[in-house]
């Protein structure tokens, strides 16, 4: 069975620091991992995906996310926090077996100025 | 832009009432998804459909009727709703239900008050 969990429910940075938003995984199978952006009342965006290519994964908006299979993490990070990256994130895992996407409870980022 | 289109974007309901919320999709997808989100609460997974063909439906209430008429479409009939279901019920589609590139593409969902 296929499992998701973000570490923290809330995360605060002050402006122009480094980002760093935990996600674990459990996958039977090489799994798919997904990390998604989501600003007050809208939907979901893709930030980046990482399918079993290249383990470093670069996405938008500057964050960037790294498979580490050994520790069974996708841990998404930036360098430099912007007011803009205020938002709630979504850690994704993709079970083959089951074709379900499981979600992680969110982290909610928030940016100080 | 995502291209998956919700309408309305909000939509304030009494108890009573029977509405629908739609959700159309220009990318040429073969699979469709509608997703409760509530403050507080992970997101739900409520119904899923594959070449229009129902192929998951989450313990959901009969309350909500789902309804996929081609690929491109996807309807949730609502009636005789609770004030719990206020939420944001959130579209999503994705290339193939099956394959493991394909991400979900979000719709800017539709905010739901139940009276």
């Known amino acids: 069975a296929q499992s998701v969990t973000q570490l923290d429910s809330h995360v605060s940075v002050s402006e122009g620091t480094p980002v760093l938003l935990r996600c674990n995984y459990s996958s039977s199978y090489s799994p798919s991992l997904f990390w998604y952006v989501q600003h007050p009342n809208k939907g979901l965006q893709l930030l980046l995906k990482y399918t079993s290519a290249a383990t470093l994964v670069k996405g938008i908006n500057g964050f960037e996310a790294e498979f580490k299979k050994s520790e069974t993490s996708f841990h998404l990070t930036k360098p430099s926090a912007h007011m803009s990256d205020a938002a709630e994130y979504f850690c994704?895992?993709?079970?083959?077996?089951?074709?379900?996407?499981?979600f992680g409870t969110g982290t909610r980022l928030k940016v100080l100025a | 832009e995502t291209g998956v289109t919700q309408t309305p974007r909000h939509l304030v309901m009494g108890m009573t009432n029977k509405k629908s919320l739609k959700c159309e999709q220009h990318l040429g997808h073969n699979a469709m998804y509608w997703y409760k989100q509530s403050a507080k609460k992970p997101l739900e997974l409520m119904f899923v459909y594959s070449l229009e063909e129902r192929v998951e439906n989450n313990s959901v209430p009969s309350r909500f009727s789902p309804e996929c008429p081609n690929s491109s479409h996807l309807f949730l009939h609502l009636h005789t709703l609770q004030p719990e279901d206020s939420a944001l019920y959130l579209c999503?589609?994705?290339?193939?239900?099956?394959?493991?590139?394909?991400?979900?593409?979000f719709g800017e969902g539709s905010r739901l008050t139940v009276l």
């Open positions: 999503a589609s994705s290339r193939n239900r099956a394959a493991n590139t394909g991400e979900l593409f």
């Open positions: 994704v895992v993709w079970g083959s077996g089951t074709y379900k996407y499981i």
